[in-house]
């Protein structure tokens, strides 16, 4: 058995085993199962608008408690707060007209469309013997 003596050759090994184990569990570890309930029209975008939103708003706080102006941060934040929710808006439309495109959901958008049997039942209002 060779002995590694130095950094760079340290560091090859150590890719060459990484990449190898890699390589092995994408191979015969299968994906998990994207969730019913999953928001199908989440990107990887959004996420990013959101972190950036985030650290914006706990600038806003870490300001205050310095008792440091915060006018021009949530200026800022709000800008950002903005352009995050107009993207969400955004990628929900997208998503919803890429699946009323879909000839395969003629039968769900039907059901959709159908006013549901709880809004058609009207509780009868009575007061004492009364009915209205």
Known sequence: MKMITDAATLDRVAGIIVNGIIEVVEEHVSRAKESPYAKRWW???LSTLRTDFTAERN???????RG???????EIASAVRRMYLDEIDRQRKQHLEEFLDDP???WKEASYAKPSRA???L?????????Y
């Open 123 to 131: 509780p009868e209002l009575t007061v004492g013997a009364q009915r």
């Open 43 to 45: 990107s990887k975008e």
């Open 59 to 65: 600038r806003i706080t870490t300001l205050r408690r």
């Open 68 to 74: 440091e102006d915060t006018k021009q941060a949530r």
């Open 119 to 121: 809004a058609m039942d």
């Open 104 to 106: 395969q959901n003629i």
